[in-house]
């Protein structure tokens, strides 16, 4: 939001009022487990609220700008419910979206990219904003289009309204510009693959979930020699909510996946190793998380495991 708080901070018309807010880590039964707020890493020139005593009723500001589309459709984290886009719209007369990460220009012939906007464009924060920020003309259209589409919505008047919402200003989106982490790749010129799973899968599907994860390495040792395969299995101390069939087919997987020869295989996924995989790794695949939107970030391609 950096761009965009410096333009109404020196516009003398506003006050601005920076407000950090922590996120969640959701357990495998959707609760939240750990917090994450670093709000002492913001630039020292910024004067900062606190979210827990921040009165948004009382002081009713003009604008509140978010960047968190999800509200409690994110599986993987969560902001604080009092913070959903849901929650804040009554206490504001304008609520802004400004998207997280930037993407470039697609269309609907695009079918991956067009489908992975189900994970970001028809989420609460964006359908129920009053103005969405992007940065082409081309991306606006092609949200106009989604939304349409996941709305059910096909007159022309629906249209206009979403034309008059979305605005293209991309002087205010944020742009890693051409600064990013190169690849590293592997040792022996193989393209490095993120493959995240977390404890999730197996508990909500089983043994079901196991094979899924089975067929998926499979799959990756066809390619095994232009792919070389990070795969991330996160929550392993979670593992007490998954059946014992599902536990011991996981850890079948992992011995045939580390006797492949087509990667390494890790568990968790620290800060540290978030900032590794995001440089090395030249693409993703798996369940949303911090290291899809880190890489995200980074303008690398990103794909969605789906439910079967």
Known sequence: MEKLYRHYRDDGRYTVHVIPI????????????????????????????????????????????????????????SVPPECYST?????????????????????????????????????????????????????????????????????????????????????????????????????????????????????????????EIADKIREFQKSAEKLYIVWVFDGMGRMDAVDNDAAGMLERVVSEFEGMNIGEYTEGISKDKIEKYAGECESYYGIPSELALRMWYLKKPVMIMKDS
């Not at 939240?32 to 979210?51: G, Q, R, T």
Request: with cysteine; glycine share 6%; charged share 30%.
């Open 87 to 211: 929650a804040l719209r009554p206490y504001t007369d304008e609520l802004i979206y400004i998207p997280f990460f930037t993407t470039a220009d697609f269309t609907k012939d695009d079918a991956r990219e067009y489908i992975n906007m189900d994970h970001y464009a028809c989420m609460p924060g964006v359908i129920g904003a009053d103005r969405v920020i992007l940065p082409t003309k081309a991306l606006k259209d092609v949200y106009i289009e989604k939304i349409m589409e996941f709305t059910g919505a096909e007159d022309d008047e629906a249209k206009a309204v979403l034309d008059e919402r979305l605005e293209v200003q991309s002087e205010f989106v944020y742009d890693p510009g051409e600064s990013v982490l190169s690849p590293a790749g592997a040792a022996d010129g193989r393209k490095k693959v993120v493959f995240y799973t977390t404890v999730s899968i197996l508990a909500e599907k089983g043994i079901e979930g196991a094979r």
């Open 22 to 77: 922590p996120y969640y880590y959701r357990a495998y039964d959707g609760s939240f487990a750990e917090e994450v707020f670093d709000p002492d890493e913001y630039p020292p020139d910024v004067e900062i609220s606190d979210y827990r005593t921040a009165d948004l009723e009382g002081m009713h500001p003009d604008m509140i700008v978010i960047q968190n589309p999800f509200d409690e459709w994110n599986t993987v984290m």
